[in-house]
T-cell receptor, first 111, second 114 residues
Framework: DAKTTQPPSMDCAEGRAANLPCNHS???????VYWYRQIHSQGPQYIIH???NNETNEMASLIITEDRKSSTLILPHATLRDTAVYYC????????????FGQGTTLQVKP | DSGVTQTPKHLITATGQRVTLRCSPR?????VYWYQQSLDQGLQFLIQ???????AKGNILERFSAQQFPDLHSELNLSSLELGDSALYFC?????????????FGQGTRLTVV
């Protein structure tokens, strides 16, 4: 599975959009981009995933560049409860379901 | 609530001891995964079972073992415990053995070895 690079930390004002970048320059054609988050030592929570098209669900939007070498997770209206560590994971969906977590981005939402 | 239940929530034990962590997956999920999260190592994949059979192995120590029972619950056994085994242990489950949607994580068992 391809390696990802994320900034270690970011701040965001409450009510504003949080844009979390992820670089995956070695991604291959059959690898998906997954996002999970972990709120203060709770179990990680799935957010969204995509292959090459942009995706949106009730939690977030995922924007993947045309060359698929990077992506951005967007939380449209961040709240204090969105403060968490966000993990970008690239993996082949057909492989065994294990997830390889990196260090992630610690997002601090401030009032 | 993810639907994945882990017991106990907290466990304190002495070095050299053996403990068993239990995980009940979401109803209908056949695959169970175990992860360890320590302060210096982050979230590490340990092992996966699918419908009772071992499917994938990560950096799991030989002192650790796991199994999945016919009712699909899973147990992670940790023996000859060392101080460095203190960590959060998470269980996750998914419907299939290959993950093309999402995994659901339990709230974890916090193990403290003293």
């Amino acid at each position: 599975d391809a390696k990802t690079t994320q900034p270690p930390s970011m701040d965001c004002a409450e009510g504003r959009a949080a844009n979390l970048p992820c670089n995956h320059s070695t991604i291959s054609g059959n690898e998906y981009v997954y996002w999970y988050r972990q709120i203060h030592s709770q179990g990680p929570q799935y957010i969204i995933h995509g292959l090459k098209n942009n995706e949106t669900n009730e939690m977030a939007s995922l924007i993947i560049t045309e060359d698929r070498k990077s992506s951005t997770l967007i939380l449209p209206h961040a709240t204090l409860r969105d403060t968490a560590v966000y993990y970008c994971i690239v993996r082949v969906a057909a492989n065994t379901g294990k997830l390889i977590f990196g260090q992630g981005t610690t997002l601090q939402v401030k009032p | 609530d993810s639907g994945v239940t882990q017991t106990p929530k907290h466990l304190i034990t002495a070095t050299g001891q053996r403990v068993t962590l239990r995980c009940s997956p979401r109803s209908g999920d056949l695959s169970v995964y175990w992860y360890q999260q320590s302060l210096d190592q982050g979230l590490q994949f340990l092992i996966q079972y699918y419908n009772g059979e071992e499917r994938a192995k990560g950096n799991i120590l030989e002192r650790f073992s796991a199994q999945q029972f016919p009712d699909l619950h899973s147990e992670l056994n940790l023996s000859s415990l060392e101080l460095g085994d203190s960590a959060l242990y998470f269980c996750a489950s998914s419907v299939r053995d290959r993950l093309n949607t999402e995994a659901f994580f339990g709230q974890g068992t916090r193990l403290t070895v003293v």
